[in-house]
């Protein structure tokens, strides 16, 4: 397992502060134990799949997954007993339920920069779905993390057409910026755009898709364009040219 000192080195490497490389090397012990106890359980999705799989070049905070079945509490503690044994002490707790929706779960560890107060503890957020709404075969991918504690491993993963969809979902529901990034990260990607799947992941909200309504929820988060994804990448796309290319694919 990693010390502080060993994180300092992936700084440059990942990009990211050393309090974010803590938590994407813990990410990845996630994943590699997640591989191990669930096989066909959990369909790991959104932006840290983006993230750890396809070079999304952000920094992403939760972990989604879409449920298949009804035993996530039991293979979210046993990946944490596995974080533990592995050497980082980790406790679980479920954090939100709403019944047939969706499953929240806080994963408090001990990680390599844990010195022993209360607030140096880092939490893994695990946000599952339980709408049983998957609508492709999900993949077979494997990661070759860069620690070198942690070896390749194998997730299953929804197909990235299904998590376009779920982006355009996720726009006219929130709106956040991070949201309209990624899509555009997919939309220059060259990844299919299925309107059938767009129509039908909104269907779960009762809502419709159209042009002028989607132009109007990515124009909402052009305020806090620059304040929230400078927390999360070092490369902050200019809002107008993001738009503009996402409007001329969707149009076509």
Do not use: C
């Amino acid at each position: 397992m990693l010390s502080k000192e060993d994180l300092q080195k992936f700084r440059i490497t990942v990009g990211l502060n050393l309090g974010q490389v803590e938590k994407d090397y813990l990410q990845h012990l996630f994943l590699l134990f997640l591989g191990q106890e669930a096989k066909k359980e959990l369909v790991f999705k959104g932006g840290t799949a983006l993230q750890k799989i396809y070079g999304l070049n952000r920094f992403s905070i939760d972990l989604d997954f879409t449920s298949t079945n009804g035993d996530e509490e039991k293979v979210i503690k046993k990946v944490a007993e596995d974080i533990t044994n592995f050497g980082f002490e980790t406790k679980v707790s479920k954090t939100e339920e709403v019944k047939g929706i969706s499953k929240s779960f806080a994963l408090k560890i001990k990680g390599p920069l844990y010195d022993g107060t209360e607030k140096s503890l880092t939490s893994l957020r695990i946000e599952i779905s339980l709408r049983r709404d998957l609508l492709l075969e999900p993949e077979i991918k494997e990661i070759i993390p860069i620690y070198p504690d942690i070896r390749p491993y194998i997730v299953l993963v929804m197909r990235l057409e299904e998590i376009l969809a779920e982006k355009v979902r996720a726009i006219f529901w929130r709106s956040r910026a991070r949201d309209v990034y990624d899509l555009w990260f997919l939309v220059k990607k060259g990844v299919s755009i299925k309107q059938n799947l767009i129509d039908q992941k909104l269907r779960y909200y009762e809502l419709k898709f159209s042009l002028k309504n989607f132009e109007k929820k990515i124009n909402e988060v052009e305020k806090s364009w620059e304040k929230e994804l400078k927390q999360i990448t070092t490369f902050v796309p200019e809002f107008k040219t993001v738009k503009k290319e996402i409007l001329e694919n969707f149009g076509k």
